[in-house]
Nanobody
Framework: QVQLVESGGGWVQPGGSLRLSCAAS????????MNWYRQAPGKERELVAA????????MYADSVKGRFTISRDNAKNTLYLQMNSLKPEDTAVYYC????????????WGQGTQVTVSS
């Protein structure tokens, strides 16, 4: 079992940047496939980015490709999402998610962090 705690959300103007972090409690963090999901008001939760266990393979939703970068530091048990060129449509609650299979929703969730992009 793993506990996940997100941080780094906030308000930013369009075109700005934010970096989200997700701290994991498990020393087995490196063995988990990790994801970032987001959910905007009135919309379903969507997969934003995924990274394979131990790093290497990554994938991105078309809507964020070229603007967002997912990464992990297994020595620090931490997942990151660097978000650049933010748009108002990126406004959502962002969730860290851990599981077994790459690009697949896992069983473990963080509490979420709000990202608001507006002028």
């Amino acid at each position: 079992q793993v506990q996940l705690v997100e941080s780094g959300g906030g308000w930013v103007q369009p075109g700005g940047s934010l970096r989200l972090s997700c701290a994991a409690s498990s020393s087995m963090f490196g063995s988990y496939a990790m994801n970032w999901y987001r959910q905007a008001p009135g919309k379903e939760r969507e997969l934003v980015a995924a990274i394979a266990p131990y790093g290497g393979r990554t994938m991105y939703a078309d809507s964020v490709k070229g603007r967002f970068t997912i990464s992990r530091d297994n020595a620090k048990n931490t997942l990151y999402l660097q978000m650049n060129s933010l748009k108002p449509e990126d406004t959502a609650v962002y969730y860290c998610n851990a599981g077994v299979l790459y690009k697949t929703m896992g069983d473990y969730w963080g509490q979420g962090t709000q990202v608001t992009v507006s002028s």
